[in-house]
């Protein structure tokens, strides 16, 4: 301590100044480094990037304590401080000499712990509910088959790569489109906002990710601001969620159209498997070309019948003679006029018979005409005799675009008598395209 003078009584008077500043060697000597936490009041940032406030007993008595942090140690935050937040202080316990005030230089702030911020999550969470903006009646479907995904979330974390990877995998013929954005600290919910306000003002995908990797609730925070939860509610496009780990659970979840475990997850609930579209459709045509076998066998043996029955003529004009024998019996003992109306009731149903014949052949070489050019219409053998040719990869990959060319890559054209090896040296894409 500094001494103070001795008075001519003989007891020690101190300065303001000496006094002050060995209060201010005690309370550092005692309180070098502590953590104290309470509620902020008051807060300033001034010009200089120096914070000054006030911090308040979390519990409600009626004790405060002057807080100054610099310049240096507030560029370390990683959230915007506000008045009524919950924070952690970890500095020293100094006494701003000019004023003679006890005050507490920080070092480092942090968001009180997962209690207070869960306890938020909790009311938010009920009072959102409340709204209905949690409701499975205004959950939408996901697009079957999606051409196109957005993926909301920041190009530096993990998360982007487990969906490309997932995406590429498993679903490689959708296009991918990344929509920028901050996922933690202070400026990650506006940013996340924009992001989405974006995606739905272009309107150039069918669906949308917002992803993150794990973290501690702290971490995932901005996923749990009301403004990015509600903009995940208000999107225009389907919306899957999938932040952090299985276990973790926030409120753009709840939002959200469909909320995905993890981010790798929620690229393969947003696009369905290649091979199982493959398989799928190879299904399609084998049940499809077993209808058409099935079709053609069941008219072909009803064409059969209809052949046998009309290879016997002779079976009708041997009854109709028979017919004819016995009416001639019962006409001897008629009169000749009988006899000659008889002979012209025969003549007609002859010719009708013969012209019914001619009738039904007709028809059926019509019908066996048009089912045979159905059939051959099907034969993709035909489309290439017109002068068609279609390309692959060279596995058996059909080539459908020119965006999955590259100039000097090489490709197999198959035509209607064989096949050829190309070289792409140019590609160019349709206006429309």
């Known amino acids: 301590m500094i001494e103070g003078r001795e008075a001519a009584s003989g007891r020690r008077v101190w300065g303001v100044a000496g006094l002050v500043d060995a209060i201010a060697q005690s309370l550092a000597e005692r ?42 140690a507030a560029a370390m935050l990683d959230f915007s401080p506000a008045d009524g937040a919950l924070v952690e ?5 100094a006494v701003y000499e000019p004023r003679g005030e006890l005050q507490f230089v920080v070092e480092a702030m942090r968001r009180a712990g997962a209690g207070s911020l869960y306890e938020q999550f909790l009311k938010l969470r009920a009072r959102l509910t409340a709204e209905g903006l949690f409701d499975a009646e205004a959950k939408r479907a996901l697009p079957s ?45 506006p940013a996340l906002v924009s992001a989405l306000r974006t995606a739905n003002a272009r309107a150039e995908v069918d669906l949308l990710l917002l992803v993150r990797g794990g973290g501690s609730l702290e971490d995932l925070w901005a996923f749990n601001d009301e403004r990015v939860v509600r903009a995940v509610a208000a999107s225009a496009l389907p919306v899957v969620c999938g932040v952090g ?4 659970v926030t409120l753009c979840d709840l939002a959200a159209d469909l909320r995905a ?8 609930l947003a696009a369905p498997s290649r091979e199982a579209l493959l398989a799928e459709l190879a299904s399609l045509e084998r049940g ?52 000659e109306l008889l002979r012209q009731r025969l003549e007609h149903i002859a010719q009708r018979h013969a012209r019914a014949q001619r009738d ?32 692959d990869d060279g596995q058996g990959g059909a080539i459908t675009s020119v965006q999955a060319l590259q100039p000097g890559a090489e490709v197999r054209a198959v035509l209607a008598d064989g096949s050829a090896d190309l070289q792409i040296l140019r590609v160019r894409a349709s206006p429309q395209g």
């Open 89 to 93: 202080l970890r500095g020293r316990v």
């Open 31 to 72: 309180f070098s480094v502590v953590v104290v936490g309470g509620e902020i009041a008051g807060f300033t940032r001034a010009a200089s990037g120096h914070c000054y406030f006030t911090l308040k007993d979390a519990d409600g008595l009626a004790a405060s304590l002057r807080c100054a942090m610099f310049r240096r």
């Open 145 to 189: 088959h999606p051409r196109r995904i957005g993926v909301v979330t920041s190009t530096a974390g993990a998360a982007l790569h487990d969906v490309l990877t997932a995406l590429a995998r498993r679903a490689p013929q959708v296009e991918v489109v990344v929509y920028p954005s901050l996922v933690q600290g202070a400026e990650a919910p």
């Open 360 to 391: 039904a052949l007709a028809r059926q070489a019509a019908r066996l005409d048009a089912l045979q050019a159905r059939l051959q219409a099907l034969d993709p053998q035909h489309v290439l005799a017109r002068g068609y040719a279609w390309l």
């Open 245 to 248: 780990h299985e276990t973790d």
């Open 288 to 339: 499809l070309a077993l209808r058409v076998d099935h079709r053609l066998q069941t008219l072909g043996q009803r064409l059969d019948r209809l052949a046998l029955r009309l290879a016997r003529p002779s079976d009708a004009l041997a009854r109709q003679r028979r017919l004819l024998e016995l009416l001639a019996q019962r006409a001897t003992a008629a009169p000749g006029r009988r006899v």
């Open 261 to 268: 475990p993890t981010p790798t997850a929620a690229a393969e």
